[in-house]
């Protein structure tokens, strides 16, 4: 039973545009919400997180949205640029009880 | 630095053949991880332990050996059960249920 189902698959945006991915959650005991960026070739690394006390997070031209009772989160990416090009997944966690469960991942693509 | 380390990069196995992918990390982190990417695809968690000589089969445990007997190091065997094992390994630690730390991955491939 996959308890973190991300969209879509992939994304092609051009330069400039907004890159929006999102993530739904069943298990309500999670309580972190992060996001990762990987590039070829390359492990995984955090992007931003959030925990469910707050709606909205945003590091620079990153954001994540969160609604609580719809059980969803989602990644934008303000004036995406080539370099954002990159898998992208989404994960969830319950602090409290261990390992942390990921979405299948995001392949985005800027145009230039 | 802070991280973690994997090695080696790249590691070719015969058919018949164990290998061990050597995973360490100095983060003090409590919990570890390995989880298989195959190309294009997600993460799959093999095995991950949450403290020294204790461990739990992930999704795809089948064919893979691990041990954790310092709270630094967590091997990864491949064993001849594993019938396909070419694929991207990616060790991982974290505090239990927070942010995940990974290494640069391991490339395992089939001769």
């Known amino acids: 039973q996959q308890q973190v189902k991300q969209s879509p698959q992939s994304l092609i945006v051009q330069k400039g545009g907004i890159s929006i991915i999102n993530c739904a959650y069943e298990?309500?005991?999670?309580?972190?919400f992060p996001w990762y960026q990987q590039f070829p070739g390359k492990g995984p690394a955090l992007l931003i997180a959030?925990?469910?006390?707050?709606s909205e997070k945003k590091e620079g031209r990153f954001t994540i949205s969160f609604n609580k009772s719809a059980k969803q989160f989602s990644l934008h990416i303000m004036d995406s640029q080539p370099g954002d090009s990159a898998t992208y997944f989404c994960?969830?966690?319950?602090?409290?009880?261990?390992?942390?469960?990921f979405g299948d991942g995001t392949t985005l693509t800027v145009k230039p | 630095d802070g991280g973690i380390t994997q090695s080696p990069k790249y590691l070719f196995r015969k058919e018949g053949q164990n290998v061990t992918l050597s995973c360490e990390q100095n983060?003090?982190?409590?919990?570890m991880y390995w989880y298989r990417q195959d190309p294009g695809q997600g993460l799959r968690l093999i095995y991950y332990?949450?403290?020294?000589?204790?461990?739990q089969k992930g999704d795809i445990a089948e064919g893979y050996s691990v041990s954790r007997e310092k709270k630094e190091s967590f091997p990864l065997t491949v064993t001849s059960a594993q019938k396909n094992p070419t694929a991207f390994y990616l060790c991982?630690?974290?505090?239990?249920?927070?942010?995940?730390?990974f290494g640069e991955g391991s490339w395992l491939t089939v001769v």
């Open positions: 991982a630690s974290s505090w239990p249920g927070n942010t995940i730390y």
């Open positions: 298990n309500t005991a999670f309580d972190y």
């Open positions: 959030i925990r469910p006390d707050v």
């Open positions: 994960a969830a966690s319950n602090t409290n009880a261990g390992k942390s469960t």
């Open positions: 983060l003090n982190h409590d919990a």
């Open positions: 332990s949450q403290i020294v000589n204790d461990f």
